[in-house]
Each structure stands twice: as structure tokens, then as C-alpha cells.
């Protein structure tokens, strides 16, 4: 295959390679990956579509400012190696980001590509270097670790922003502790997303990763209940404080109580983290429900209706209170999910969970709504149709509409400054209100993205390094009011 010299026009003629995908029939009652990965050839044809322009706008587009023609130039070579090293060198998780980055308002929403036609697959290309990584001997990630610097950080949450922090406080040369309330490591990773998007396997082997560069990690310590950060700061230099956001908001209608109703996390953790419902020997329980009814629109509720499909229910819905084209969900989890027989029922509002004698969920009473004007979102504004009621019946009901900050941490440090949703707010450097202490990911900027959250550990771990070798140049900066 011809790899090299390759003028524009000849770049511009290939064609934007498919992924493979696992047949939707067979998918849709089993928790395989979905998305099967690029073959060599395949990587190679899609990354000779990159023109390498010297604008180079997809890296302003990626949180962790990965040096995304560099790799793909590596690849479009055959040197995978050197493309592996390039991603993990600017990326503590590169195979999880290749699965579950919204490349496509992020890198490849800036690709010249996409102007006129389709941009480079940049995330099937990260996917592809980074597993290459996974089973073949690689260039080491970092050449060498300076030497220990004798400060000692702590970590609190074990996910995307946490384990990125640590990464890189690592091979900085200062000691890094991670403390996770649960008891595995990963976070949202591994609790929030599905097996079918997200093998553990990968976790496993990106966190593995990390404890090789010297990262500790205590799990089933919780932060705000079994020590504060009070009793951290006397023992460690400085604190990153990345505990995500798992408090789920309420729907605020009648009937939330019932037996059947869960929120997203508690029905993701019982099955993702806890194995519920996929043996047959699983101690934790899960309700499957024949008709599923999950309430949202964005990934998180095409995981929980995907996730219920394949406990068994023959009918799996989806109810979102605005137009398929407002959804934040990923287009391709969407895709995915109606290959797999989903229903997504637009337009459409709960507005009481029905419940039977005994207690148990039957069903959910809907109002049909129609588009108005742009909210402060930007998105148009559903207005209820009057006298459009209906039902649709239901033995399980999941509420994804979003979380917020879970209290017990913030509230045990009453000295730490809040924004008005509970989050912690930051200045521009990831610094909170207490000397020493910084924070990102959700429990700053609210319920956001895997690579967000990564940015926020990349940019606050630069931060700290600065404050723990120098004088504090980034605690000047004001605090940031609403970053929700």
C-alpha cells in the first residue's frame, strides 16, 4: 500500500473509512462492543486522508491538546508505535477516549475536511493507535521520571479528571495517592458507561498503566465521610478534588417513589459496577422490566435504554420532551440504539409515574409538546400541547435527566466556595477558595464530558506542579461565579 507521497488531490479522493460494527440483532441482547476497530489497512487508508494542515485547528478542538496530525501522520506511515507514543504522551486514557469522546463537535468539528465533506475519523484513529498500544511492545510513554520531588498530592475520585491529574503529577515526580469511594477504580468510566461501549478490560489496563508510574490508589474511602480534606491537607501538599457530580435531580412528579422507578446511576452502578442482571449468580438485584420507559435525551439515557434492551425488555423507550435534532446524545449512540430496536418517542413530557395497588410502577402518563422559542440554551423551548395526554405502559421507569453535586464532600468543608449549583468553584488555574486545593470535572462544571473533565485534570496538574515547586502565580486569578 502506498503510504507516502500522496498528493492532496489523492488524499482528498479516499473515501472516510466505516468502523465495523457487531450485527444490531445480535447485539441487542448481549453486552459485547458494539464498535469493532479499525483493521491495519483501514487505519492506514483513513489516515491518508489527513492533508496535515499547518493551521492545524482539530488540536484547538481536543481539551487534552493531543498533537493529532502528528499521530495520524505516524500512522498513515505504518509506524503505530510512534503514534501510540504521541497520544500517551499528551493523554493518560487515549483507548477511552477513542471510544467515547464526542469527537464530532470537538477534533473533527474543526477538521478542513469536514467544510466541504467528511472529516477525518480522528477518534476511530486514536482507537485504533492506542489498542495497537495494548498488545504490542511500544515506545515507553515517558522517557524517563525526574526525580522525586518529595511532595506528596492526593487525588480525590478515581476518573477521567482524577486519573488524568494524576498521570501527570507522576511524571512530574511527585507521589500521588488517589482515593476513590468505590470499590474499583474509574469512576463514570466504569460505573456510568456500558460494557458494550467501554470493555472494563480497557479500564483495567489504562489505570494499570498509572500504578506502573508509582500512582497509589485506596479505594472505599470516602471523602467528606471517612477522612475530610481538612485531615488530607495536613498530611499531603496540595489536593485535587475531582469527585464528579452522582447526585441525580429529581423529576419533581407524582409517582417518583413507586417500586421500579431508578435513577440513572443507581441503575448503571447495579449494572455496570456490580454486575447485576448479566449472571445468573449476581447478588445484586436489578429489576428488568418488560416495558422500559427511560426519561432524557442525552448519553446517559441511550445507555440506561440500551442497557434495559439487553436485561430483556421487549419494549425499550425512550421519552424526550424536545425534537430528535436537540438531543445531546451522540448521533452514533443514537443510531446504534434504534438499530437495536429502540423506540424514541419525541416531543414528549412525564408528567406522572402510575403505580398499581400494591405500590409497583404500571405506567407513565405523558404530555405531548411542541417546539417554541430558543431558551437560554439555545435550544427551542418544548410548550405543552393542550389537552395531548396520553399513557404508555411501563414496569420500569428510569429518570436520566442529569445530576448535580453530590453534598457530602463540599458540605464537610464548609470553608470551600460553591457557585449556586453546589459546584466548586475554581479560577482559571483549577485553584478552589482554600490554599492548596484545586478541582475539575463535573464537580465543577456540573454533569459534562469524559475528555472535559480530562482537560480539567490536565490544565489544574500544570497548576499544581507550578504550586507546589514555585510561588503561587495562579491563586491571584479571580474565582469563576457560574461555570455550570
Not at 509506524?79 to 477516549?97: E, K
Not at 458540605?411 to 490554599?435: F, R
Request: charged share 25%; proline share 5%.
Amino acid at each position: 500500500m502506498k503510504t507516502k507521497g500522496l498528493t492532496t488531490k489523492e488524499r482528498l479522493a479516499i473515501r472516510r473509512v466505516k468502523m465495523p460494527e457487531l450485527d444490531a440483532g445480535q447485539r441487542n441482547r448481549n453486552f459485547q462492543e458494539v464498535n469493532l476497530g479499525l483493521t491495519e489497512n483501514q487505519a492506514i487508508l483513513e489516515a491518508q486522508r489527513c492533508v496535515q494542515c499547518k493551521s492545524k485547528p482539530c488540536v484547538g478542538g481536543c481539551p487534552v491538546q493531543i498533537e493529532i496530525p502528528q499521530f495520524i501522520n505516524a500512522i498513515a506511515e505504518g509506524d503505530f508505535s510512534t503514534a501510540a507514543f504521541i497520544l500517551q504522551r499528551d493523554n493518560a486514557l487515549p483507548a477511552v477516549c477513542g471510544r467515547v469522546c464526542p469527537q464530532e463537535i470537538q477534533c473533527e468539528a474543526h477538521c478542513v475536511l469536514g467544510q466541504k465533506g467528511e472529516p477525518v475519523a480522528i477518534g476511530y484513529l486514536e482507537r485504533f493507535a492506542a489498542d495497537w498500544a495494548l498488545f504490542h511492545d511500544s515506545k515507553p510513554t515517558v522517557k524517563e521520571i525526574p526525580s522525586l520531588s518529595k511532595k506528596n498530592v492526593a487525588i480525590i475520585g478515581c476518573g477521567p479528571a482524577g486519573l488524568t491529574a494524576a498521570a501527570e503529577l507522576a511524571v512530574k515526580g511527585h507521589a500521588v495517592t488517589i482515593f476513590e469511594a468505590l470499590h474499583d477504580t474509574g469512576g463514570v468510566l466504569r460505573y456510568g458507561i456500558p460494557e458494550f461501549r467501554l470493555p472494563k478490560s480497557i479500564i483495567d489496563i489504562e489505570v494499570s498503566r498509572l500504578v506502573n508510574l508509582g500512582v497509589v490508589i485506596e479505594c472505599n474511602v470516602v471523602v467528606g465521610k471517612t477522612v475530610t480534606i481538612s485531615m488530607l491537607r495536613e498530611e499531603f501538599d496540595a489536593i485535587f478534588v475531582a469527585n464528579g457530580a452522582g447526585l441525580p435531580i429529581l423529576l419533581a412528579i407524582p409517582g417518583e417513589n413507586l417500586k421500579g422507578v431508578y435513577s440513572a446511576n443507581e441503575y448503571l452502578t447495579r449494572v455496570n459496577l456490580m454486575g447485576a442482571g448479566q449472571s445468573s449468580d449476581c447478588a445484586t438485584p436489578i429489576i428488568r422490566g418488560n416495558h422500559v420507559v427511560v426519561i432524557g435525551g442525552g448519553n446517559t439515557a441511550m445507555d440506561c435504554v440500551r442497557v434495559a434492551r439487553r436485561l430483556g425488555a421487549d419494549r425499550a423507550m425512550l421519552v424526550y420532551r424536545r425534537s430528535e435534532a436537540e438531543m445531546p446524545a451522540r448521533i452514533e449512540e443514537i443510531k446504534h440504539a434504534k438499530e437495536e430496536g429502540i423506540e424514541v418517542i419525541i416531543l414528549t413530557s412525564p408528567i406522572e409515574v402510575l403505580g398499581d395497588e400494591n405500590g409497583w410502577t404500571k405506567g407513565l402518563r405523558c404530555q405531548k409538546m411542541k417546539l417554541g422559542e430558543p431558551d437560554t440554551s439555545g435550544r427551542r423551548k418544548p410548550v405543552p400541547i393542550e389537552g395531548e395526554i396520553f399513557d404508555l405502559d411501563a414496569d420500569v421507569v428510569i429518570n436520566a435527566v442529569g445530576t448535580g453535586a453530590n453534598p457530602l464532600l463540599t458540605a464537610s468543608e464548609p470553608e470551600l466556595k460553591l457557585n449556586k449549583w453546589k459546584n466548586i468553584e475554581v479560577n482559571g488555574c483549577g485553584a478552589t477558595s482554600l490554599d492548596g486545593v484545586f478541582a475539575g470535572g463535573d464537580i465543577v462544571r456540573g454533569g459534562a464530558t469524559v475528555i472535559l473533565a480530562m482537560g480539567d485534570g490536565k490544565q489544574a496538574a500544570s497548576a499544581m506542579h507550578d504550586f507546589l515547586m514555585n510561588p503561587r502565580p495562579c491563586l491571584s486569578s479571580p474565582l469563576s461565579s457560574d461555570t455550570q
